[in-house]
Each structure stands twice: as structure tokens, then as C-alpha cells.
């Protein structure tokens, strides 16, 4: 099997190095490649000097989204896997990965988060949405077949949160199943923050619904079921928030400010959701995917033809 992992990152060198060398131990024969965003931490130097990176790609975006697109575009494997910096792969990932794909043709697995008094892990979630079966899976833990990935076309970039719940949705209307194996597991770094897919940290409002209504209206369109689902993730938030100016946790003028950014980050989704849905009217689904545009590496470091190329002329074939 041969299998490329695609590491993005973003100013995390010590967690990134700790999660290199788990993938030095469990999967020795993998080509790893590494996306590094603008970090300032002395990340570039730390894994130029590592000889069990194959590819360092430099880009100046500072989204997942597109790190995620620039390492698959540099993948040869048949099989492609992505990994976040901040996990490290469990010694039966390699095994995990082999056992999915021989039902599926995406496979993802738990995320174990340390706590104070063990651990604790994802299971499968699922939703059935407008006659549709969605799986979704960890973006920082999942490995595709690379022609699903092909015709996934990569992740929204328009998304800077939630790229692999939109790609979930995608793969469902493009008949792919997604599958569950707990030997593919990673553990997350215990100094790691919660954060939603994409970096932002989960009460984000404005751009968590941003990207919940985007993604519902791209790929499903105006239905009642996209219009309850919205609603029903807002009551419950409200409801949450609610309860902590109750406690004191909150303010109310700062829930008032949350419910502005909720209906601001609702409206603008919603709005840009419909024009990317008209704009790919394919099952595909992705205006903003992998395969529209060629500029995201500002330089190329790359083993594999013992050739280093940190030109972003060359990188783009000029």
C-alpha cells in the first residue's frame, strides 16, 4: 500500500515534531508531507533538518482548508491520508487503515483527548439529512482512497472552519461511505486547545454559522430541513449562552452581540451558500476546490527527487 500523510500546521513545531516522530515510528514507509502556514515558531528550519519529511510546503495562507488542498495536490500515494499536527498516530494506525479501506473508500477513527482522569475518545456520528446518510469524520484523522479524493475535488476553501463536515456531506451525495475503525487512532496533544475544524475556537459565532449555513445551502439547497437544522443549532446555543449570564459566565450584552453574529454569519452562509451551489451545479458541489487554482505554495522543499526547489516560479512550472 502506498500511503502519502499530509501534516498542515501552524505555529505548533513542538507538537508537530512529536507527532513526525510517531509517524517515523508507526508508519516508516509513508511519504510525509508537511504544509506549514506562515508560522513565526522556527518551523520550517526544524523540519528542513528532519529526514523523514519528504515534502515541506510553504504557504502564506493561514486556513486548514487550503493547507489541507496544497498537501493533497503534492501526494503521489495511492492512498491519502491527513493528520494534524498537534495528533499523533497510535502504533496500530497503519493496520487501522488497511483493515478500512478494505470496506470503504474513506475511512476515519477516534481522536483521543487526554483528561485528568484517563481519556476520552469520538465515536461515528452520523445524520440523515434530506434522505441523505452523512458520516462525518475528523479532519486532523481520516484517510481517503485518492480517486474519492479526486472527485471530492479536495475541500471548500471557501470554508475557514468546517471543511470536513462540508466534504462529508459531498462524499454522501457522491455515494462514498465513510468508514469507522478504531485502530485508526490518534491522540491529540494534551497542551492542544479545543478548537472547531479550521483553527477557530468553537464559539466563533459568526463564522460557525457562517460555515453551518454555507455548507447546508450549497448542498441541499432551500428546503425546509436546511431551515430547521439552522434554527435548531441556534435555540441551542442560545439557550447555552443563556445559561451562563444566569450563572454569570456571560453578559447580556454580550449575548446580545453573539445573537447579532449569529444572524450576520446565518445571512451571509446562507446567501454565499446559494451562489456556490448554483455556481457548481454537479454532485461534486465544490466551486472552491482543488482543482481552481495553482498558487498555494510560495516555495516547495522536496525530498523525493533529492531536488530542493524553494522557487515559486518553478513550483508553479513557469
Known amino acids: 500500500m502506498n500511503i502519502s500523510v499530509v501534516v498542515p500546521t501552524l505555529n505548533g513545531r513542538d507538537q508537530l515534531a512529536d507527532g513526525l516522530d510517531a509517524l517515523s515510528a508507526h508508519a516508516p514507509a509513508a511519504e510525509v508531507i508537511v504544509v506549514n502556514g506562515p508560522s513565526a515558531d522556527g518551523t520550517t528550519g526544524m523540519v528542513r533538518d528532519r529526514e523523514d519529511v519528504d515534502v515541506l510546503v510553504e504557504i502564506s495562507d493561514r486556513s486548514v482548508t487550503v ?8 501526494a503521489t500515494g495511492e492512498v491519502i491520508a491527513l493528520v494534524d499536527y498537534d495528533n499523533r498516530i497510535d502504533p496500530e494506525w497503519i493496520e487501522g487503515v488497511r483493515a478500512g479501506l478494505e470496506h470503504a473508500g474513506v475511512v476515519t477513527g477516534p481522536v483521543a483527548r487526554p483528561l485528568r482522569a484517563g481519556q476520552t475518545a469520538d465515536s461515528a456520528e452520523r445524520r440523515r439529512i ?14 481517503f482512497r485518492s480517486d474519492a479524493l479526486e472527485e471530492l475535488d479536495g475541500f471548500d476553501e471557501y470554508l475557514e472552519i468546517g471543511g470536513a463536515r462540508d466534504a462529508a456531506h459531498r462524499l454522501a451525495g457522491l455515494g462514498y461511505e465513510v468508514g469507522w475503525e478504531s485502530a485508526l487512532s490518534v491522540e491529540r496533544d494534551a497542551d492542544a486547545s479545543p478548537a472547531a475544524d479550521g483553527g477557530r475556537p468553537d464559539r466563533d459565532w459568526g463564522w460557525k454559522y457562517r460555515a453551518l449555513a454555507y455548507r447546508l445551502a450549497k448542498n441541499y439547497g432551500l428546503r425546509p430541513t436546511v431551515i430547521r437544522r439552522i434554527a435548531a443549532h441556534a435555540f441551542g446555543d442560545s439557550t447555552s449562552v443563556a445559561r ?3 450563572t454569570g459566565a456571560a453578559t447580556p450584552t454580550g449575548w446580545i452581540a453573539n445573537g447579532r453574529d449569529v444572524l450576520l454569519g446565518t445571512t451571509t452562509g446562507f446567501s454565499d451558500g446559494m451562489v456556490a ?8 458541489r465544490n466551486p472552491y476546490g482543488l482543482s481552481k487554482r495553482a498558487d498555494r505554495a510560495v516555495a516547495k522543499y522536496d525530498r523525493r527527487g533529492d531536488a530542493e526547489d524553494a522557487s515559486a516560479a518553478d513550483i508553479a512550472g513557469t
Open 277 to 284: 451551489r448554483a455556481r457548481d451545479r454537479t454532485s461534486t
Open 67 to 74: 493547507a489541507r488542498n496544497a498537501g493533497i495536490e503534492v
Open 244 to 246: 451562563d449570564v444566569i
Open 130 to 143: 434530506a434522505g441523505r446518510n452523512v458520516t462525518y469524520f475528523a479532519g486532523g484523522n481520516v484517510v
